[in-house]
């Protein structure tokens, strides 16, 4: 079945520690995407990369990484995890960049620093 | 500052016919869209609109006032398979997406 991937689903992890939530679509969308979702507010950019090779920052990128060696595969990267990025993380594509159409998420990365 | 306006949570009657409404003050508008996203999951798109007017795909219609700011997505003939989370999104001048919090649709029988 086409869609995306985010692995793990869920995580506890130890504050400073390092972790990379996995990201992966079959459908060959030009653009990724990695939000955040947490209580009370809108999903929020992290990261997106409109074409493989690119990336751009979004609304709130500090302490988080990410790499598009290619078309499938977008990783997000805690260098050194902190509490406040204990939140619900989902990966999503669209056929272009810019936001042009409609967006396809994975299941969502349930990920809580302590 | 952008900004995305839903209510919290509406509560209504299976069967009956509900309206959720969402307003927005962006750095221009490039189109709305409206996504469900059931607990748990991951949102799911239902309908974009980028030209003033009421859009309609079976049970569910969106509308939009860009004059006003404004939008709504209309649910009628509510079935308990309807209760989520509903999230209202603009894209703004830069083609980036603002969402707004959601609003909790809880239907009771």
């Known amino acids: 079945i086409a869609g995306i991937t985010q692995a793990p689903t869920s995580q506890i992890l130890a504050a400073g520690r390092r972790m990379t939530l996995r990201c992966t679509q079959d459908?060959?969308?030009?653009?990724m995407y990695w939000y955040r979702q947490d209580l009370g507010l809108g999903l929020r950019l992290i990261h997106y990369?409109?074409?493989?090779?690119?990336?751009g920052k979004g609304e709130v990128p500090d302490g988080y990484s990410v790499s598009r060696a290619n078309t499938d595969d977008f990783p997000l990267t805690l260098a050194s995890a902190v509490p406040s990025q204990t939140s619900v993380y989902f990966c999503?594509?669209?056929?272009?960049?810019?936001?042009?159409?409609?967006?396809?998420f994975g299941e969502g990365s349930r990920l809580t620093v302590l | 500052g952008q900004n995305i306006d839903q209510p919290t949570e509406m509560t209504a009657t299976e069967g009956a016919i509900v309206q959720i409404n969402c307003t927005y003050q962006t750095s221009g508008f490039n189109g709305l869209f409206w996504y469900q996203q059931h607990a748990g999951e991951a949102p799911t798109f239902l309908s974009y609109n980028v030209l003033d007017g009421l859009e309609e795909k079976g049970r569910f219609s969106s509308f939009l006032s860009r004059s006003k700011g404004y939008s709504y997505l209309l649910l009628k003939e509510l079935q308990m398979k309807d209760s989520a989370s509903y999230l209202c999104?603009?894209?703004?001048?830069?083609?980036?997406?603002?969402w707004g919090a959601g609003t909790k649709l809880i239907i009771k029988p």
């Open positions: 999104a603009v894209r703004d001048s830069n083609y980036q997406l603002i």
């Open positions: 459908m060959r969308h030009n653009a």
């Open positions: 990369s409109n074409t493989a090779g690119t990336t």
């Open positions: 999503a594509s669209s056929r272009t960049g810019g936001d042009t159409g409609e967006l396809f």
